[in-house]
C-alpha cells in the first residue's frame, strides 16, 4: 500500500490495512533459502486451466470505481456459469445505479442443493470491482495477468479477483462432476466493495430472497500467512470488523483583527481538545473472536507479547498484560476503540483571528458500540462546551459473529489438509469489508478467503499486486474441500 493508494480512497468506509501486520509476532525470521517456484504449466486438469483462463479474462476488465466496467464483469462470468451447466432461472445479472450515478452490478448464483441435510443454505461472497491501478506506475500492465518467477501479477490477482476466481471455478468443477450439495450453495459477487459497498447492501435487504443463508462465507477476508520461506504458519478465521468511523471536531470564534488578541481562540482552543482526546484511551473490551486471537496466537507468540496475549485473553483488564500490548499497534487495536487526530484546518487570513478550527478524528470503534455513543465520549473528554462534533458518513456499526464450530472444523480440515497443524486463528480485523453490511444484516460472517501470502508479498491495492502461482491453485484444492465438506454427503 503506498501513500498515494491511501489517498486515493480516502473515501471509502473501510480504509484496508495490511492484513500482515497482525501476524507480525509469529513470524520467524529466516531467509535462508528460497521458497519453490512453481509454474502454472505444471497444473493441467480441466478445472485448473480453466481457473487461469477466468482469472485472466477479469483481471483484464478495469472494473474499477469510475470506469463502468463491474456489469461486464458480471455478465462473463454468468456466461460461465449458463456453460457450465446452471439453469438461468438460477443465474442472476443484478444491475445497480450507485450513489455516485456510475453503473454496477452484482452477480447471484445459486446451487441448488437437494436439501437432504435440512441445513440453511451458505452464501459465498467476493467482489468484482478493483481499486484503481495507473498502469504507468506499475512495472507490468496492471490489467494483463502476467506470470513471472513464480507469481501473478496484476490489479485483483489478490484482492479480490482472487477470491471470484476461485469460488467460480469451485461452483463449475462441482457442477461438471455431477455433485448435488445437501444444502443449497449461493455466489454473492458485489460490485463496489471498494467504493461504498451499496451492492451489498443490496444483496443482504434488497435481493435478501436471492440471498438469505445461514451463514455467509467471505472470500475477501481471513486467509493464510507463510512465512519468507513459503512456508505455512497460521490461518485467520476473520469473525468481527470494527466500525469505521470519522468526526469533525469544530470550534468557532467571532475572530477579529490578530493585532488584538483575546483570550478565547478557536486555535488554542481546539488544540486543547485534540490534546485532552490524545490523552483519552477507551476501556478494553473482549468477544469471543478476540479472545480466541489472543488464546491462539499466544502459543506461537515470544514473550513478553505471547505472555501478554494470554494474560489479557483470561482478563482483559490485566494492567500488566496491556501496558505490553499497548506498545504495539496492531495488537492494541484489537483491544479497544482507538481514535486517533487525522486532518486539521484553521484560520483564513495571518493578520486575523481564527474564526473557526476544525478537524477530523478517525475511529475504529470495537464491534457493540455505537458510533453515537463514541461521539458522545469525544464531546466529553474534549472538555469545551462550545465543541461541535459532526458524524462524517455513516458510521455504520455490526457486530462481531458468533464463532461458528462447523466452520472451523471445515476450514481446519480443508487447510490441514495442505497444511498440516497450522493453527487456525480467530481475528477481528480493524478495517472494514462486504463482511460488516451481512452481519449488519443479521447474517454472521466469516472471511475465509483461501489465500496464503508472504509479508513481503502483501500488495493489496497498492503496485504489483501478486499471487504465488501455487497459492492460486491451492485455493482451488481448499475452497473444493470446504464446499463439498460442509454441504456433501
Ligand atoms: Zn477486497
Given at each position: 500500500m503506498t501513500p498515494d493508494t491511501i489517498l486515493s480512497n480516502n473515501n471509502r468506509q473501510g480504509i484496508k490495512m495490511i492484513r500482515t501486520t497482525l501476524i507480525t509476532f509469529i513470524l520467524l525470521l529466516c531467509f535462508s533459502s528460497a521458497y519453490s517456484q512453481s509454474n502454472s504449466a505444471d497444473y493441467n486438469a480441466d478445472y485448473q486451466r480453466n481457473a487461469l483462463e477466468i482469472y485472466r479474462h477479469i483481471i483484464s476488465i478495469r472494473s474499477a470505481a469510475g470506469h463502468g466496467k463491474v456489469p461486464e464483469v458480471a455478465k462473463y462470468l454468468a456466461d460461465q456459469f449458463r456453460d457450465g451447466g446452471f439453469d438461468d432461472s438460477d443465474i442472476h445479472v443484478l444491475p445497480q445505479t450507485l450513489s455516485s450515478g456510475e453503473e454496477t452490478a452484482s452477480l447471484v448464483v445459486r446451487y441448488e442443493g437437494d436439501d437432504s441435510s435440512g441445513r440453511e443454505p451458505i452464501l459465498l461472497i467476493a467482489h468484482m470491482d478493483v481499486v484503481d491501478a495507473l498502469p504507468k506506475d506499475w512495472e507490468r500492465d496492471p490489467f494483463t495477468l502476467v506470470e513471472e518467477d513464480g507469481y501473478f501479477f496484476g490489479r485483483g490477482t489478490l484482492d479480490d479477483k482472487f477470491g471470484i476466481t476461485t469460488l467460480t471455478t469451485t461452483f463449475l468443477r462441482l457442477k461438471a462432476a455431477g455433485f448435488v450439495p445437501n444444502r443449497d450453495l449461493i455466489l454473492g459477487f458485489t460490485g463496489d466493495e471498494e467504493s461504498g459497498m451499496e451492492t451489498t447492501r443490496a444483496l443482504a435487504t434488497e435481493y435478501r430472497e436471492l440471498t438469505d443463508a445461514g451463514y455467509v462465507l467471505n472470500a475477501d477476508g481471513g486467509g493464510g500467512f507463510l512465512d519468507h520461506n513459503g512456508r505455512a504458519i497460521a490461518f485467520m478465521i476473520q469473525g468481527a470488523e470494527k466500525t469505521f468511523a470519522s468526526f469533525?471536531?469544530?470550534?468557532?470564534?467571532?475572530?477579529?483583527?490578530?493585532?488584538?488578541?483575546?483570550?478565547?481562540?478557536?486555535?488554542?482552543?481546539?488544540?486543547?481538545?485534540?490534546?485532552?482526546?490524545?490523552?483519552?484511551?477507551?476501556?478494553?473490551?473482549?468477544?469471543?473472536?478476540t479472545r480466541g486471537y489472543f488464546e491462539k496466537t499466544a502459543v506461537v507468540t515470544a514473550a513478553p507479547v505471547g505472555d501478554a496475549m494470554k494474560r489479557f485473553a483470561a482478563n482483559p483488564n490485566d494492567e500488566k498484560a496491556l501496558a505490553v500490548l499497548s506498545q504495539h499497534p496492531e495488537q492494541n487495536s484489537v483491544t479497544r476503540t482507538t481514535c486517533v487526530a487525522t486532518m486539521l484546518?484553521?484560520?483564513?487570513?495571518?493578520?486575523?483571528?481564527?474564526?473557526?478550527?476544525?478537524?477530523?478524528?478517525?475511529?475504529?470503534?470495537?464491534?457493540?458500540?455505537?458510533?453515537?455513543?463514541?461521539?458522545?465520549?469525544?464531546?466529553?473528554?474534549?472538555?469545551?462546551?462550545?465543541?461541535?462534533?459532526?458524524?462524517?458518513?455513516?458510521?455504520?456499526?455490526?457486530?462481531?459473529?458468533?464463532?461458528?464450530?462447523?466452520?472451523?472444523?471445515?476450514?481446519?480440515?480443508?487447510?490441514?489438509?495442505?497444511?498440516?497443524?497450522?493453527?487456525?486463528?480467530?481475528?477481528?480485523?480493524?478495517?472494514?469489508?462486504?463482511?460488516?453490511?451481512?452481519?449488519?444484516?443479521?447474517?454472521?460472517?466469516?472471511?475465509?478467503?483461501?489465500?496464503?501470502?508472504?509479508?513481503?508479498?502483501?500488495?493489496?491495492?497498492?503496485?504489483?499486486?501478486?499471487?504465488?502461482?501455487?497459492?492460486?491453485?491451492?485455493?482451488?484444492e481448499y475452497w473444493h474441500d470446504m464446499l463439498t465438506d460442509l454441504a456433501g454427503n
Open positions: 469533525e471536531l469544530t470550534i468557532r470564534n467571532p475572530g477579529g483583527h490578530s493585532s488584538l488578541p483575546r483570550p478565547d481562540n478557536a486555535i488554542y482552543e481546539l488544540a486543547t481538545v485534540l490534546k485532552n482526546i490524545e490523552a483519552y484511551t477507551f476501556p478494553t473490551q473482549i468477544n469471543d473472536i484546518s484553521a484560520g483564513h487570513a495571518e493578520n486575523a483571528l481564527p474564526q473557526s478550527a476544525t478537524a477530523t478524528v478517525n475511529c475504529r470503534i470495537f464491534p457493540g458500540v455505537a458510533v453515537e455513543d463514541v461521539q458522545a465520549k469525544l464531546f466529553e473528554v474534549g472538555a469545551n462546551d462550545t465543541l461541535e462534533i459532526e458524524i462524517m458518513g455513516e458510521g455504520l456499526s455490526s457486530p462481531a459473529s458468533p464463532i461458528n464450530e462447523e466452520v472451523t472444523a471445515a476450514v481446519s480440515n480443508a487447510v490441514h489438509k495442505q497444511h498440516p497443524d497450522i493453527p487456525i486463528i480467530p481475528y477481528m480485523a480493524p478495517y472494514g469489508t462486504d463482511g460488516k453490511e451481512m452481519r449488519r444484516a443479521g447474517m454472521p460472517t466469516y472471511g475465509v478467503m483461501g489465500l496464503f501470502v508472504r509479508p513481503e508479498d502483501e500488495f493489496a491495492h497498492g503496485l504489483n499486486e501478486r499471487v504465488q502461482v501455487d497459492v492460486f491453485f491451492g485455493a482451488l
